[in-house]
């Protein structure tokens, strides 16, 4: 198995020369652990499941997007400004790198939608959504449009609870990546991203009415999540894809490229 990098909190270097900007903000994290045997084939080539105490994780974040740009321009209010929701895996790569994988992210703009999948071979959708507030919960609901399946939904309602002054372990896994690993025609690369620490407060979840994990290949959870948390969000730097390194086969063993 390649060797991980530490999980820090911080980012282990800066993005200097950002290739995207972008704000993300109230974030809902719910994650359930797998096997990292059950997600093994659905990650890019060259890279194998993280883990944390032995297992890996399934994530469903719901957040809003504010303020894409592109390098150092002022964020688009319209286009940049839209709620989205992932679902996405754990990855490491050949030199140790730990990233995110995602299997599918629902937005409500066709055009970075578009973008996304032509420009980045992202698993971008079109989908109707909202953010809204209620009380002291916030819903965030999305119904998908194009390109499918049709039916794909998800409506879930969190209520954040305290400030987490010392985040576990786990919870600095599952929310400090400072990287995605994706696949393009031939190979997968690596793009990292770079933010303040999270500001993380523990949340209750209220409701998950969704089959978002199914649509992107995973197995609907049979239980309760791992973990639930809330972030009032930070302002990302993305940098520009390197290759990950030689590949990483589903045992972990490398192989030239």
Known sequence: MPMPVPVTPDAPAPVRDPLLTQQWLDLAFIHWAVEPDDVAGLLPEGTVPDTHGGVTYVGLVAFRMHKVGWFRSPGVPYFGSFPETNVRLYSLDAQGRRGVVFRSMDASRLVPVVLGRVGFRLPYLWSRMSVRGTGDALTYSSSRRWPGPRGTYSRISVKPGERIDEPTELEHFLTARWGMHNAFPGE??????????????????????????????????????????????????????????PRTGRAGRTSPA
Request: proline share 17%.
């Open 188 to 245: 997968s690369a690596y793009l990292p991203n770079d933010h303040p620490r999270w500001p993380l407060h523990r949340a209750e979840l209220i409701t998950c009415d969704q089959n978002l994990l199914t649509a992107a290949g995973l197995t609907a959870p049979t239980g309760p999540p791992a973990s639930v948390l809330y972030s009032p969000g930070v302002p990302v730097r993305l940098g520009r894809p390197s290759l990950p390194g």
